[in-house]
Structures are given as structure tokens and as C-alpha cells.
């Protein structure tokens, strides 16, 4: 399953599979809500004097707007959807959210979706293995609204089985965005956003349907649309007097029980003939069944004689007398070692299962942190990447992040004085052991030794694990260490003809440095998209797959991967062995614990 992010209305209103409307704050929200509800009439409107016009001869319904309607009106507040009337249809009305809904006619499914919802729409998406588009409704309204870009990168992530969604809500909580809303919001806001902003709050997939009136019909997936709006309604709807299904853990205004009329009967139709037709129906269904099943074991088949074929060779390993070889090849287990491909070789798909129900295709060229614009029209991916590679945990998994992904990667490892370097040595090794190009810049700014990491004869900091996060910006922060380190990665990428730049910053379990965040790679990735050949010819992409991930789940990733724990250093003191002591070896220790596997560089 592909899962794609708009970036464009064009976008958007061209794409014919499933498509995900994000809208967090309000409408996604709200929507959730009435259905959570218990509403089986729920329209939703793009145009104000449209709504109005209909509201002129349908009075029985209740409006929720956040735009200026002349008819009576709630605020599109989730907190006064959930308290609504169950037996009272709604007509919702938004900036940007029905907006977006009512433009993706061309979709084969539009779904809604939130935090709030989060993992009721995760199964169904799941459920339908096809390609989705997440929509953030910020596109067709103000580029401010980053909870909607954050939500849509939490679903990637999520489904393609990395990351957790509680840390784009922690970021944005974080946000001046999230302060103004609580603090200049409606009154209901603090109440909206604990709807909005608390995992699964309103376990429901709310559908959009299109009626032939140019209206949404928002209902339940899995259940149709309510005919009477689907067609060209003449009058009013009836109001009526079914009971509706009340959730079981919702009692406020509950709605007392009423007489339920016997259905009438439907006129008589041919048995035989329906009969006829749910059999013909079902010989077409196994015939489609039986085609993908032969072409299935066709393919199974034909790998399995391939690789029963294949005859391994590895490249002899080059005799070498260097400094790096006596001290570190020792211990470079034969498993390391990997033959390059042949250059005309077709490259198999890799897969790892990042847990025991969802599979990660690692061939596909959608990646899972981007940040980068559009790619320039009528441009082709070379997958050509410069990996800014440490020899740490984090860049090592990147590393090999990127060549399972199909990429051919130059590894870039800039020495600016840090205290030692057994960490240089240690990218030197794993890039030689994989075949893959390795540049060594050194800097030498003497203004770094006010960094710990840099001067020697100041203390590194040694505090307890849970503390590092609220400690603030440590001595061992290098000023601008990442900002040189792309503009470098930059400047090879435009010399070597690559068209990708992937670093291994971390936002989750890091020592709370300001140039490993989400906001600080994209204001970057935008300054090399306007500032290099590339990036203003064909297009930058800067992609920082770790990201959103905790040290654990970076942890498991290298696993899978099958990356040498045991060839990677990341403590700042350097030595022989890890000092124990410094946030990178508790954090590294952390995660590791975290992920249940051993880490073979303490052996």
C-alpha cells in the first residue's frame, strides 16, 4: 500500500483511488462527532449562499459553521457536536475542510480523518490496500494551519508500521499555533481541542458521498449514504422518529426511546430472478479470485526458480596496511561484509516487518519524512542520495535506510574537532564494508571549542536519562553543526549529479538540540531548493527518516536492517569502550533496553 501526502490542489482534485481529507482542529473533528453521535443525516457545504438557500426550505436541520452564514448557526466545534440532538440532521460548513471533501470527486473513496479517529481509519485503510492520498485542508485555506501537515505525517508514518502519532501531537502542542487557538479560540477550545488532540476520542470513519445537488453526504463507512439526499430532494425531509444507535459509553442527553413503525413492505419481486443474479454475481467473483491466485503462484514460482539459480559471490575483501584496518577491521564479522551489486543487475524488493501485522515495502520511492517541494514538472528521480554519515547509531541506520530503499548512496562524514576520532573510524569501516563511496571533509573553526564535544577541557554534561529532555540546549551542542553539515551534502550533491540529500536527525529521544527539528530541515531543504543548480532545475529532496521515531523503534529499524551494532560509536568521550555517561550513550542505552536487543558494541 502506497501511501501518498497532496501537495498540490491539482494534486488532490486528480486523484482517482482513496483519498484522506485532514482536517484536525475543527471540521475532521466535528464530523467524527456527529456521527459518533449518532446522526444519520449529516450534509456538508463548500459555499455559504448555497447553504443558505438550502437552509430556506430545510429549517429542520442544525448548522455548524465556522464561516458567515445569514441562517441561525453553531460554532464547528467537536465539543458542541458531541452534544448534539441524535434525531436532528446537521449541515456542516467550514473554511477549508469541506472545501477540500467536496473537490475529490474524482476519488474512488473519500474518508475523513483526525487524531481523533486515528486508528479506526488506520484499520480501514489497512483493509483496503490501495494507494492513499492524505489531504491536509490547509491546502485550500492558510499555510499556517501545521496540525494538519502534522497529522498527515503521523498517518504515513503509522501506516507504514514507523512512528507514533502522540509525537505529532506533542509537537504541536508545542506550537505558538496551539497557544493562540486555547488562548484567542472560541470558548469551547479547550474543550475542541481535548476532542481533537486525544488519540481515538471518536472511533468512527466518517464517508463523503456526492449528491447530484453538489452537496457532500457524510455517513458511517461501511453504511450507504441516506437515499432521500442522494437524489434531487423536492420538500423537506420527514422528520423521524427512529431510535438511533446510542455508543455505549455515551449517556449526556441521551435520547429517550420511541415507537419504531413496522417497515413497509417492499413490492414483490422475483425471487428466481434475484437468485439469478447474486449467483452470476458470485461466479464473476471467483473467477477474478482464481485469475489473481494463478497469477500469484505464476510469480511465486518464477522467484523461487531464480533464486534457486542465483550463485552467491562476494568481492575479495582488499588487503589494506592503513591505521583504520589494525584498529578496527578486527572486528568486523564476516556477515558484515556485503557484495556490491552488478550495476545492470535488477534489484529485487526488499521487505521488513516493522511488527508482526504490517509489512514496509522498501522498494517503492515514496519516502516517510520529506522535506522538500515538488519535484521540478516533467523531472525523474534518479535516487542518487549524499547520506551525512557519523558512523552512529542514527546515520548508520540511515545508511542502510537508503540503500534498501534503491537509493545509490556517497556517505559524507565532516571532522570538525570533536574530542576523538573514533567515530570518524567508524564510518570509514561500515561505508568500506558496504561498497559504498565515502567523503572525509575536515573543518577547522576554532570558535567551536565552546562546545564540550569540541574542547576537551570542558566537562561533558552527565545527567539522568529521564532529565535529558528538560535540560535545555547542552554544552555539547556544536553551533551549526547540521546548517554546515547540508550546505556541504548540498554543494556534493550538486557536483556528483545526485538529487537527494537523507541525514538521520531525531526529534524524540535527542539532547533538545535546535537543528534536528522538523521545522529547522524544512526551513533548510527550501534554502537548497533555491539556492543550488539542482534544486531550481530538477529538485531537492531532503529526507530524515528517523525523524519522528523513538530510539527504540530507531533501535528495531537497525535490526531489521541487519546494521553491525558492533561497528557503530556514538558516546562523546570516545576511548575503547562507551564512557557510559554522556546523553548519547544514555539515550543509546535507552533505546536499546527499550527494544529488547542486545547491543553488541559493549561486547
Same mark, same amino acid.
Given at each position: 500500500?502506497?501511501?501518498?501526502?497532496?501537495?498540490?490542489?491539482?494534486?488532490?482534485?486528480?486523484?482517482?483511488?482513496?483519498?484522506?481529507?485532514?482536517?484536525?482542529?475543527?471540521?475532521?473533528?466535528?464530523?467524527?462527532?456527529?456521527?459518533?453521535?449518532?446522526?444519520?443525516?449529516?450534509?456538508?457545504?463548500?459555499?455559504?449562499?448555497?447553504?443558505?438557500?438550502?437552509?430556506?426550505?430545510?429549517?429542520?436541520?442544525?448548522?455548524?459553521?465556522?464561516?458567515?452564514?445569514?441562517?441561525?448557526?453553531?460554532?464547528?466545534?467537536?465539543? %458542541?457536536?458531541?452534544?448534539?440532538?441524535?434525531? &436532528?440532521?446537521?449541515?456542516?460548513?467550514?473554511?477549508?475542510?469541506?472545501?477540500?471533501?467536496?473537490?475529490?470527486?474524482?476519488?474512488?473513496?473519500?474518508?475523513?480523518?483526525?487524531?481523533?479517529?486515528?486508528?479506526?481509519?488506520?484499520?480501514?485503510?489497512?483493509?483496503?490496500?490501495?494507494?492513499?492520498?492524505?489531504?491536509?485542508?490547509?491546502?485550500?485555506?492558510?499555510?499556517?494551519?501545521?496540525?494538519?501537515?502534522?497529522?498527515?505525517?503521523?498517518?504515513?508514518?503509522?501506516?507504514?508500521?514507523?512512528?507514533?502519532?502522540?509525537?505529532?501531537?506533542?509537537?504541536?502542542?508545542?506550537?505558538?499555533?496551539?497557544?493562540?487557538?486555547?488562548?484567542?479560540?472560541?470558548?469551547?477550545?479547550?474543550?475542541?481541542?481535548?476532542?481533537?488532540?486525544?488519540?481515538?476520542?471518536?472511533?468512527?470513519?466518517?464517508?463523503?458521498?456526492?449528491?447530484?445537488?453538489?452537496?457532500?453526504?457524510?455517513?458511517?463507512?461501511?453504511?450507504?449514504?441516506?437515499?432521500?439526499?442522494?437524489?434531487?430532494?423536492?420538500?423537506?425531509?420527514?422528520?423521524?422518529?427512529?431510535?438511533?444507535?446510542?455508543?455505549?459509553?455515551?449517556?449526556?442527553?441521551?435520547?429517550?426511546?420511541?415507537?419504531?413503525?413496522?417497515?413497509?413492505? *417492499?413490492?414483490?419481486?422475483?425471487?428466481?430472478?434475484?437468485?439469478?443474479?447474486?449467483?452470476?454475481?458470485?461466479?464473476?467473483?471467483?473467477?477474478?479470485?482464481?485469475?489473481?491466485?494463478?497469477?500469484?503462484?505464476?510469480?511465486?514460482?518464477? %522467484?523461487?526458480?531464480?533464486?534457486?539459480?542465483?550463485?552467491?559471490?562476494?568481492?575479495?575483501?582488499?588487503?589494506?596496511?592503513?591505521?583504520?584496518?589494525?584498529?578496527?577491521?578486527?572486528?568486523?564479522?564476516?556477515?558484515?561484509?556485503?557484495?556490491?551489486?552488478?550495476?545492470?543487475?535488477?534489484?529485487?524488493?526488499?521487505?521488513?516487518?516493522?511488527?508482526?501485522?504490517?509489512?514496509?515495502?522498501?522498494?517503492?520511492?515514496?519516502?516517510?519524512? &520529506?522535506?522538500?517541494?515538488?519535484?521540478?514538472?516533467?523531472?525523474?528521480?534518479?535516487?542518487?542520495?549524499?547520506?551525512?554519515?557519523?558512523?552512529?547509531?542514527?546515520?548508520?541506520?540511515?545508511?542502510?535506510?537508503?540503500?534498501?530503499?534503491?537509493? &545509490?548512496?556517497?556517505?559524507?562524514?565532516?571532522?570538525?574537532?570533536?574530542?576523538?576520532?573514533?567515530?570518524? %573510524?567508524?564510518?570509514?569501516?561500515?561505508?568500506?564494508?558496504?561498497?559504498?563511496?565515502?567523503?572525509?571533509? &575536515?573543518?577547522?573553526?576554532?570558535?567551536?571549542?565552546?562546545?564540550?564535544?569540541?574542547?576537551?577541557?570542558?566537562? %561533558?554534561?552527565?545527567?539522568?536519562?529521564?532529565?535529558?529532555?528538560?535540560?535545555?540546549?547542552?554544552?555539547?551542542?556544536?553551533?551549526?553543526?547540521?546548517?554546515?553539515?547540508?550546505?556541504?551534502?548540498?554543494?556534493?550533491?550538486?557536483?556528483?549529479?545526485?538529487?537527494?540529500?537523507?541525514?538521520? *536527525?531525531?526529534?524524540?529521544?535527542?539532547?533538545?538540540?535546535?537543528?534536528?527539528?522538523?521545522?529547522?530541515?524544512?526551513?533548510?531543504?527550501?534554502?537548497?531548493?533555491?539556492?543550488?543548480?539542482?534544486?531550481?532545475?530538477?529538485?531537492?529532496?531532503?529526507?530524515? *527518516?528517523?525523524?519522528?521515531?523513538?530510539?527504540?523503534?530507531?533501535?528495531?529499524?537497525?535490526?531489521?536492517?541487519?546494521? *553491525?551494532?558492533?561497528?557503530?560509536?556514538?558516546?562523546?568521550?570516545?576511548?575503547?569502550?562507551?564512557?557510559?555517561?554522556?546523553?548519547?550513550?544514555?539515550?543509546?542505552?535507552?533505546?536499546?533496553?527499550?527494544?529488547?536487543?542486545?547491543?553488541?558494541?559493549?561486547?
Amino acid at each position: 500500500m502506497n501511501i501518498l501526502v497532496a501537495k498540490s490542489i491539482a494534486e488532490a482534485e486528480q486523484w482517482a483511488d482513496v483519498a484522506v481529507v485532514v482536517d484536525v482542529l475543527r471540521t475532521s473533528t466535528t464530523a467524527c462527532a456527529l456521527l459518533r453521535r449518532g446522526k444519520k443525516e449529516v450534509l456538508v457545504f463548500d459555499d455559504p449562499a448555497r447553504a443558505d438557500a438550502f437552509l430556506q426550505t430545510h429549517s429542520q436541520f442544525e448548522v455548524y459553521s465556522d464561516v458567515s452564514v445569514t441562517s441561525a448557526h453553531k460554532d464547528n466545534s467537536p465539543h %458542541l457536536a458531541s452534544r448534539s440532538e441524535a434525531r &436532528t440532521p446537521a449541515l456542516l460548513i467550514s473554511h477549508t475542510g469541506t472545501k477540500a471533501m467536496l473537490r475529490l470527486q474524482q476519488a474512488s473513496l473519500v474518508l475523513l480523518g483526525g487524531f481523533c479517529n486515528f486508528e479506526a481509519l488506520c484499520n480501514v485503510l489497512w483493509e483496503q490496500n490501495k494507494e492513499v492520498l492524505l489531504i491536509p485542508a490547509a491546502l485550500y485555506g492558510v499555510s499556517d494551519d501545521v496540525e494538519d501537515g502534522l497529522c498527515v505525517s503521523a498517518f504515513k508514518d503509522y501506516l507504514q508500521g514507523i512512528g507514533r502519532p502522540q509525537s505529532a501531537i506533542a509537537e504541536f502542542q508545542n506550537t505558538l499555533r496551539f497557544v493562540e487557538f486555547k488562548k484567542r479560540g472560541p470558548k469551547t477550545a479547550d474543550k475542541d481541542a481535548k476532542l481533537a488532540f486525544q488519540l481515538n476520542s471518536l472511533p468512527v470513519v466518517p464517508q463523503i458521498s456526492y449528491s447530484k445537488e453538489g452537496y457532500g453526504v457524510c455517513h458511517l463507512f461501511g453504511q450507504p449514504a441516506p437515499a432521500q439526499w442522494m437524489g434531487t430532494p423536492a420538500v423537506a425531509a420527514e422528520p423521524t422518529n427512529r431510535m438511533p444507535q446510542m455508543p455505549a459509553d455515551e449517556t449526556q442527553d441521551a435520547v429517550p426511546p420511541a415507537a419504531v413503525p413496522a417497515p413497509e413492505k *417492499p413490492a414483490a419481486k422475483s425471487k428466481t430472478a434475484a437468485s439469478t443474479r447474486i449467483k452470476s454475481l458470485f461466479n464473476d467473483i471467483l473467477k477474478v479470485v482464481k485469475e489473481e491466485k494463478q497469477e500469484l503462484e505464476q510469480e511465486a514460482a518464477s %522467484l523461487l526458480k531464480k533464486q534457486s539459480t542465483k550463485t552467491p559471490s562476494a568481492e575479495a575483501e582488499p588487503q589494506s596496511d592503513d591505521l583504520l584496518d589494525k584498529v578496527l577491521k578486527q572486528s568486523a564479522p564476516a556477515s558484515s561484509v556485503q557484495a556490491k551489486p552488478e550495476a545492470d543487475e535488477p534489484k529485487e524488493e526488499k521487505r521488513i516487518s516493522l511488527s508482526p501485522d504490517k509489512v514496509v515495502s522498501l522498494s517503492d520511492d515514496k519516502e516517510d519524512v &520529506t522535506f522538500s517541494e515538488p519535484l521540478v514538472a516533467g523531472g525523474k528521480r534518479k535516487k542518487k542520495a549524499i547520506v551525512l554519515f557519523s558512523g552512529g547509531l542514527d546515520s548508520t541506520t540511515c545508511l542502510y535506510w537508503a540503500l534498501a530503499h534503491g537509493y &545509490t548512496c556517497e556517505a559524507l562524514t565532516v571532522s570538525y574537532g570533536q574530542r576523538h576520532d573514533r567515530e570518524v %573510524l567508524a564510518a570509514q569501516l561500515i561505508a568500506r564494508n558496504l561498497g559504498v563511496k565515502h567523503h572525509l571533509i &575536515t573543518l577547522n573553526l576554532p570558535w567551536l571549542d565552546c562546545c564540550s564535544l569540541v574542547n576537551k577541557n570542558k566537562e %561533558l554534561p552527565d545527567v539522568a536519562v529521564e532529565d535529558i529532555p528538560n535540560e535545555g540546549i547542552p554544552s555539547t551542542y556544536v553551533p551549526g553543526r547540521n546548517l554546515m553539515f547540508l550546505s556541504i551534502a548540498g554543494s556534493l550533491l550538486d557536483a556528483v549529479g545526485a538529487d537527494t540529500i537523507i541525514a538521520g *536527525p531525531n526529534a524524540v529521544d535527542f539532547s533538545g538540540y535546535p537543528d534536528c527539528t522538523p521545522a529547522f530541515f524544512k526551513a533548510a531543504a527550501a534554502a537548497l531548493n533555491r539556492g543550488t543548480k539542482t534544486g531550481v532545475t530538477e529538485g531537492i529532496e531532503v529526507l530524515a *527518516p528517523l525523524m519522528r521515531l523513538s530510539k527504540a523503534e530507531i533501535v528495531k529499524l537497525g535490526a531489521k536492517l541487519k546494521v *553491525p551494532f558492533e561497528l557503530t560509536w556514538s558516546c562523546y568521550a570516545g576511548g575503547k569502550k562507551p564512557c557510559g555517561h554522556c546523553d548519547s550513550c544514555k539515550l543509546r542505552a535507552k533505546g536499546f533496553a527499550e527494544a529488547g536487543v542486545h547491543d553488541t558494541s559493549l561486547d
